[in-house]
């Protein structure tokens, strides 16, 4: 029997550095960021989730399922990934970020053939700027582990991917990672 997969974009962020209510629905090149990671992501599979942070409402058009932060507290995307792998009933989760654009239309294809061959949990793209860990695909298996990193104070999606049984996917093209924090970044890659 085939495993079962699902995207989640990540769109919880409180936006602070952008200076909006909402990046996800910022516009970029005529499109919301959101649209753009959903365009991308539907070439890949149709299971698409976006996680949120008590504002749902903002997403409502997308008519996508949507999943809440379990926590009130705003502390980060893996606030959403714990949420997520305790509330999705799937094997595997492909996390993405939602203000990256131009995520490669094979990401999830290259991140499973990683996890074969290194027999891991977890798989993470990496381009010259490092990882990119909010890129991650992750095992349900993973709960757990993450449960117990969160509560002892691990905010940081690096370090907790770094405990697990972990494969490094590499991508030549670092602009297909590319995100956006601020207006300026906006404007000079438009």
């Known amino acids: 029997m085939a495993e ?3 995207v989640v974009i990540l769109a919880g962020g409180q936006s602070q550095r952008m ?3 909402n990046k996800a629905l910022v516009l970029f090149q005529d499109k919301p960021f959101i649209q753009h990671v959903i365009d991308q992501m539907k070439l890949q599979t149709n299971n698409i989730y976006i996680n949120t942070h008590r ?3 903002d997403f409502i058009n997308y008519k996508l399922p949507m999943i809440d932060d ?3 507290n705003q502390e980060g995307p893996l606030v959403g990934m714990l949420t997520c792998l305790k509330k999705m009933n799937v094997d595997w989760i492909q996390f993405v970020p939602c203000d990256t654009p131009f995520l490669p239309l094979d990401l999830i294809n290259q991140l499973k053939k990683g996890i074969k061959i290194d027999h891991a949990l977890v798989a993470v793209p990496k381009t010259e700027d490092g990882l990119q860990s909010t890129c991650c695909l992750c095992h349900s298996s993973t709960l757990e582990n993450l449960i117990l990193f969160f509560n002892h104070g691990g905010r940081k999606i690096e370090d907790w991917i770094r405990q697990l ?3 490094i996917v590499d991508f030549k093209d670092k602009k297909k990672f590319l995100n956006f924090n601020t207006e300026a970044e906006i404007y000079k890659n438009l």
Do not use: Y
Request: proline share 7%; net charge negative; charged share 25%.
């Open 165 to 167: 049984p972990f494969s």
């Open 19 to 21: 200076g909006v209510k």
């Open 55 to 57: 504002n749902q409402d």
């Open 70 to 72: 379990e926590f009130e």
């Open 4 to 6: 079962s997969l699902a």
